[in-house]
């Protein structure tokens, strides 16, 4: 464990040399936010809606007593949207989706020869091929966060609208009751540093392939599982150390 | 001219090359052959510098390349080109990035510069317009032409060929040898070629260096290999019954 590590730690370090050339390594973070923010887009509004609409029916059936406003359900939804259904279910979701593509991309590259290609040019590869995705990771997925919130919230409201559980009114009064700033903060936190974590886990995973066709499906599951693993774990830290 | 110095390359508990010493010489086909798991892929890569070594040096004229870091190797990489056994094509990028990706990286030249001289290349591999296409859309001939092509593009003065003939037809196979010898002759590059292809021996090996057990056992051009009687030589080269015809007539 120790010695797997420490590559990754090495690996890191070789990714964030000073570039050959930024102007070749700007295009590829460009084409990196596209590939992880815009490719991932509609599957982060799906299950955001999905998941906003049956916490509020969820949280409105368990509260359903006279002595509790149902204004409360709003509140509990907004603080559990933001804190952890946005932030932790669009990472998981995200490592699955963006971590597959980053490690079984980069493993091709290195059973097919694409990545000694790179190093017989001159070129560091683990700078040219892991630090625009890294890059655009912990860009992409806090805005893909930030979508994730309002969606969440938006497919509360739909649901009160749609199931009467609650009042859209009361849900909206719920939404604005108690705020606390800080489960922002918590939230961008959270979410950069999944960003970081899903996109270098998966292409540690991917950079170190040795093999062929089996062994780079084989990355590619191992980085997706790690990285699960490793978000799950951060967003433990996080919240006992922001909360 | 590349010097390598008694090369010995260990994997874990076995030793794949046992102290190989030789001299590539500049406008010279020169060919490593020997049968599977001889060493022929691991000496290229340690040459190259994709494998370090166990022990021995390897130089690009007179500079000692094995004790150099990455940052140091860099001006020698750029001399470098190497066209790999799957050709090994940037799949996100079509055949005119792939072929601009060094010049992109390594120089200060305009676009309509860096497009002139991918054009050029193209042309030099009989692949004119096919700027466009990506490399799923090649055949396995065009892809290892197009290889050669980005090998071209910096104008290196080392060429390293790994299997250029590995999954292809003969006919196509004796384009690609004659495509590197002449190259190698025009722009006076000194090429090192990996293969067990026995028309690549015969038709490009200026110089050969025959491998047999991780050891150098020959070493001549392709007309001294119809006379010599270096048994595992001739096992290897004259293996099939239409070597053997052939190497009756000589």
């Known amino acids: 464990m120790f010695t797997a590590l420490g590559k990754y730690i090495l690996l890191l370090r070789l990714s964030f040399k000073k570039p050959e050339k930024f102007s070749v390594y700007w295009n590829e973070v460009m084409r990196e936010m596209v590939s992880i923010g815009v490719g991932s887009l509609g599957i982060i509004c799906i299950i955001s809606v999905f998941i906003g609409a049956v916490a509020t029916i969820q949280v409105a059936f368990q509260l359903a007593s006279p002595l509790v406003p149902k204004s409360i359900a709003g509140s509990i939804s907004r603080d559990s949207t933001i804190l952890e259904f946005s932030p932790t279910i669009s990472a998981l979701v995200l490592a699955g989706r963006v971590g597959s593509s980053i490690a079984s991309e980069i493993g091709t590259m290195r059973v097919t020869e694409q990545i000694d290609a790179l190093e017989i040019m001159g070129v560091n590869a683990p700078g040219f091929l892991i630090a625009p995705k890294i890059i655009a990771g912990i860009s992409m997925i806090p805005l893909l966060v930030i979508i994730s919130v309002i969606l969440g919230l938006s497919g509360g409201y739909i649901a009160c609208l749609v199931t009467g559980s609650i009042a859209p009114v009361e849900y909206i009064t719920g939404l604005q009751d108690g705020f606390d700033p800080i489960i922002v903060t918590v939230c961008a936190v959270k979410s950069v540093v999944y960003g970081f974590l899903i996109t270098s886990i998966c292409a540690y995973n991917g950079f170190y392939t040795e093999g062929g066709a089996l062994e780079v499906g084989q990355s590619a599951t191992q980085g997706v599982v790690y990285s699960c693993v490793m978000v799950l774990f951060a967003d433990l830290m996080v919240s006992s150390l922001l909360l | ?250």
Request: net charge negative; hydrophobic share 35%.
């Open chain 2, 1 to 250: 001219m590349i010097e390598i110095k008694d090369i010995f390359k260990t994997f874990g508990e076995n030793e794949v090359l046992k102290g190989i010493s030789a001299q590539f010489k500049p406008g010279k086909n020169n060919l490593i052959i020997g049968g599977s798991g001889s060493g022929k892929t691991t000496l290229l890569k340690c040459i190259v510098g994709l494998h370090e070594p166990t022990k021995g040096t390897v130089s690009f004229d007179g500079q000692e390349f094995t004790s150099m870091n990455f940052t140091e190797r860099v001006p020698i990489r750029k001399e470098i080109g190497m066209l790999f056994q799957n050709s090994a094509l940037f799949d996100s990028m079509t055949v005119e990035e792939n072929i601009m990706f060094g010049l992109n990286l390594f120089t200060d030249q305009s676009r309509s510069e860096k497009l002139d001289r991918a054009n050029f290349c193209l042309d030099r591999v009989n692949l004119k317009d096919r700027n466009k296409l990506y490399p799923s859309e090649l055949s396995g001939g065009m892809k290892k032409r197009v290889g050669i092509a980005r090998a071209i593009a910096m104008q290196p003065k080392y060429l390293f060929v790994d299997e250029p003939n590995s999954g292809l037809d003969p006919k196509t196979s004796i384009l690609i040898d004659e495509l590197i010898k002449e190259l190698t002759e025009e722009y006076n590059i000194t090429t090192v070629v990996v293969t067990h292809d026995m028309n690549s021996v015969m038709g490009i090996g200026d110089h050969i260096l025959f491998l047999h057990q991780g050891q150098k056992w020959w070493e001549g051009t392709n007309k001294e290999i119809a006379h010599t009687d270096n048994k595992e030589l001739n096992d290897f080269v004259f293996a099939s019954k239409f070597m053997q015809a052939a190497k009756e007539k000589l």
